[in-house]
């Protein structure tokens, strides 16, 4: 069984900036940008102290051609939200710009929970940490 979220453990670990990819994912990811789909991704990553780290990872990891990367920006309106009413409330933003969300991807069950989740959800495995 995992451990649940460390986000002491996490932050440090990924400052590190060398987050393997998922080679299903990345296949995925490339696919979907090559048949012409705009592709978000939604992290509740800080962006203040994990932007930058996070955008280069996605970069050297062959993440190149996405239509945004959604960071948390830890502001007011954001604190105090768990991961499914954040998510939901950052998905819904996206919908009410004229976005249809076709697809979500995830590896805890509160990337796919709540509210404009997508016509399908995708459960990725996760053997390293759970979100409570």
């Given at each position: 069984?995992?451990?649940?979220y ?5 932050k ?22 090559k ?12 962006e ?85």
């Amino acid at each position: 069984m995992c451990d649940p979220y460390d986000s002491k453990g996490f932050k440090a670990w990924a400052l590190k900036g060398g987050c393997p990819s998922n080679s299903a994912v990345l296949g995925l990811f490339k696919t979907l940008v090559k048949k012409g789909f705009k592709v978000f991704l939604l992290t509740g990553r800080d962006e203040e102290t994990l932007g930058k780290v996070t955008v280069d990872n996605l970069h050297n990891q062959g993440f190149i051609g996405y239509e945004r990367l959604i960071l948390s920006k830890l502001k007011a309106e954001h604190k105090g939200l768990g991961a499914i009413l954040y998510k939901s409330k950052r998905r819904k933003e996206l919908v009410e710009e004229g976005y249809r969300i076709w697809g979500n991807v995830g590896d805890q069950w509160t990337d796919l929970q709540g509210e404009y989740k997508g016509n399908r959800t995708f459960k990725l495995p996760n053997p390293m940490y759970f979100v409570p």
